[in-house]
């Protein structure tokens, strides 16, 4: 296996501007979202701002920080777990949400995954490999599952990601849908996690980038609960990639046990509540400087028909050369060997079933946890990995 970037290493260069016919194309393309009413992942983007990555490589932003993920369950005391676990999420949305606009200068849309479509790595560690097994469990509406896990430490992170997307006025606006279940299985503790507002901004520059808003949460059995809070820069005010984020015991109306604020991209501080107005903040995560590690993969003449990167091989070879001609030709192929593929299992009356993941339609234990603190609490169900040794 080799060290593979995830996603966009292969971009085009940094900072790349829009001119001539991509400009009037991009202009005509946001016209048409400006009128459209429906889910915008359906829409047929221009190849010149598509990635050359899927996006269910995206799962593997969870783990580029490995060891961080490992520690989780050497906190001395369930307080302690619980800050540690509010640190590693905190430290996947720089890169997640953050990270090809630094290095390429824009954002750019992910390859939609077909269905089946699997990612599947590594990151070597002290405590053995930590391993991602990610699937497209639908298309319409597309939904990534994925598991991430460590044996030997005794912990997995499940969780599925979906997205509604609608454009507002000058933006983008992206709700995720779903949610993460980490379990540290030594401890009997798990932990929820929700995810916040994707904004995509600068679309009318040509430069488009990404900012959070609204509000996600950590819950966990253990009775903490962390409420994150996200916000920008305005017209007049604030700031980007603003972190705001309160830790206390869970459906309980009492002041913070500790506080947390910062930016995302930047540096996080955190303070202790219980030591009055005495208490000073502390550097809590260098998120700028925080280097992630690549994940693993298996290479391409290694990897089956429905792993992630040789399905679309050719299609992102030909837009890292910028040859969007042959870019958009290769990628037709794809989704018309797709639609066949659904038309024959209609015609077959033999429905696709997924390989690693078996849909639950209720998480009584989430449903619970966020009752006791929310007006509308989560209700939904989720798609549970199946043995990996199995598969």
């Known amino acids: 296996m080799s060290d593979s970037p995830t996603p966009d290493t292969k971009a085009a260069e940094k900072g790349k501007k829009l001119t001539g016919s991509t400009k009037s194309t991009w202009l005509s393309f946001l016209k048409s979202i400006a009128t459209f009413t429906g889910d915008l992942s359906s829409l047929t983007a221009p190849s010149f701002i598509l990635s050359s990555t899927s996006l269910i490589e995206y799962t593997a932003y969870w783990a580029e920080h490995p060891q961080l993920f490992i520690s989780l369950p050497n906190g001395k005391t369930a307080l302690e777990r619980h800050v540690l676990v509010t640190k590693w999420f905190a430290s996947t949305l720089k890169n997640q949400y953050a990270g090809r606009n630094e290095r390429y200068g824009t954002e750019k849309k992910p390859l939609n995954p077909i269905l089946g479509e699997e990612f599947i790595g590594k990151w070597a560690t002290?405590?053995?490999?930590?391993?991602?097994?990610?699937?497209?469990?639908?298309?319409?509406?597309?939904?990534?599952?994925?598991?991430?896990?460590?044996?030997?430490c005794g912990i997995r992170l499940e969780g599925y990601?979906?997205?509604?997307?609608?454009?507002?006025?000058?933006?983008?606006?992206?709700r995720q849908t779903g949610h993460a279940r980490l379990t540290l299985e030594n401890l009997n503790e798990v932990y929820y996690i929700t995810f916040p507002m994707v904004v995509l901004e600068g679309l009318w520059y040509g430069a488009p980038y990404i900012e959070l808003s609204k509000k996600s949460y950590i819950f966990s059995?253990?009775?903490?609960?962390?409420?994150i809070e996200y916000s920008g820069r305005g017209y007049f005010t604030g700031k980007r990639n603003t972190?705001?984020?309160s830790i206390s015991e869970l459906g309980r109306k009492?002041?913070?046990?500790?506080?947390?604020?910062?930016?995302?991209?930047?540096?996080?501080?955190?303070?202790?509540?219980?030591?009055g107005k005495e208490a000073e903040p502390e550097l809590f995560l260098d998120?700028?400087?925080f280097k992630p590690i690549n994940i693993q993969v298996a290479p391409i003449e290694e990897q089956s028909d429905l792993e992630s990167r040789k399905i679309w091989h050719d299609v992102a070879v030909a837009l890292d050369s910028g040859d969007y001609s042959t870019a958009s030709?290769?990628?037709?192929?794809?989704?018309e060997r797709q639609r066949a593929l659904r038309k024959q299992e209609k015609a077959n009356e033999e429905p696709w079933k997924t390989r690693y993941f078996n849909w639950c339609s209720e998480d009584r234990e989430f449903a619970s946890l966020s009752s006791k603190c929310l007006k509308h609490p989560f209700i939904e169900g989720y798609w549970q990995f199946t043995d990996a040794e199995s598969n």
């Open 221 to 227: 059995n253990t009775g903490y609960m962390s409420t």
């Open 287 to 289: 998120c700028k400087n």
């Open 329 to 335: 030709r290769e990628k037709s192929v794809i989704e």
């Open 161 to 174: 990601n979906g997205n509604k997307s609608s454009f507002t006025g000058p933006h983008i606006h992206v």
């Open 126 to 152: 002290q405590c053995g490999d930590t391993r991602l097994v990610a699937e497209q469990v639908s298309h319409h509406p597309p939904i990534s599952a994925y598991c991430i896990y460590n044996k030997k």
């Open 243 to 245: 972190f705001k984020a």
């Open 254 to 275: 009492t002041e913070p046990l500790y506080q947390i604020n910062g930016s995302w991209t930047g540096q996080l501080y955190i303070k202790d509540c219980s030591l």
